[in-house]
């Protein structure tokens, strides 16, 4: 079975810190994708990954960073942590090139809390 | 950004009725995607469509493409609650970049 597999499923941060949330999947995907999902905004792209060691923005991506130094790795850094970053975090895979329109495959999600 | 609508964003329905969910945009897509999210769980994909008009079918769920590719349904028959979830569209545009709708929360009684 396919596996995406988020670090934490809740974490609690206050304002200021620095935050990692930590994705692996098991299915040699070479797409790799962070998403924030609030309500009623569905999910909107942070930063998104074609390969290893490189990474692009996607549409939110002010207040983030991201890391891929393995295949099967793609971590979000939260430099330091504000309230409105808030959210939910899910990170998602998908097979093939840059030209890939398959199956996105998520994980289970992370809930942030920023106090 | 290219902007996903979906409408209803609630909706509340006894077991056993119809329903139909819709997803629009100004800009035309290559593919669209539909996906459910249960609660605590991450969205799994039900369906690709990516031809204009293309009609596909998941047992009781029915998906359309619109002609023009800016927009697209999802038909529920006789919906049972384990069709309660978040149901969320998403559209690829010319780069392969998959943008997703505002989502629509659906809760069925039994």
């Known amino acids: 079975d396919v596996k995406v597999t988020q670090s934490s499923r809740y974490l609690v941060k206050r304002t200021g810190e620095k935050v990692f949330l930590e994705c692996v999947q098991d299915?040699?995907?070479?797409?790799m994708f962070w998403y924030r999902q609030d309500p009623g905004l569905g999910l909107r792209l942070i930063y998104f990954?074609?390969?290893?060691?490189?990474?692009e923005k996607g549409d939110i991506p002010e207040g983030y960073s991201v890391s891929r130094e393995k295949k099967e790795r793609f971590s979000l850094i939260l430099e330091s942590a504000s309230t409105n970053q808030t959210s939910m975090y899910l990170c998602a895979s998908r097979p093939g090139g840059t030209g890939s329109t398959g199956e996105l495959f998520f994980g289970e999600g992370s809930r942030l809390t920023v106090l | 950004t290219q902007l996903l609508e979906q409408s209803p964003q609630f909706l509340s329905i006894q077991e056993g009725e119809n329903l139909t969910v819709y997803c629009n945009s100004s800009?035309?897509?290559?593919?669209l995607q539909w996906y459910r999210q249960e609660p605590g769980e991450g969205p799994v994909l039900l369906v690709t469509v990516v031809t204009g008009g293309e009609v596909k079918k998941l047992k009781r769920l029915t998906f359309q493409f619109g002609d023009a590719r800016k927009d697209s349904s999802l038909h529920i028959t006789a919906a049972q609650p384990g069709d309660t979830g978040l149901y969320l569209c998403a559209g690829a545009n010319t780069g392969n970049q998959f943008y997703f709708g505002t989502g629509t929360s659906l809760t069925v009684i039994p």
């Open positions: 800009s035309v897509f290559s593919s």
């Open positions: 299915m040699d995907h070479e797409n």
């Open positions: 990954s074609y390969d290893v060691k490189m990474k």
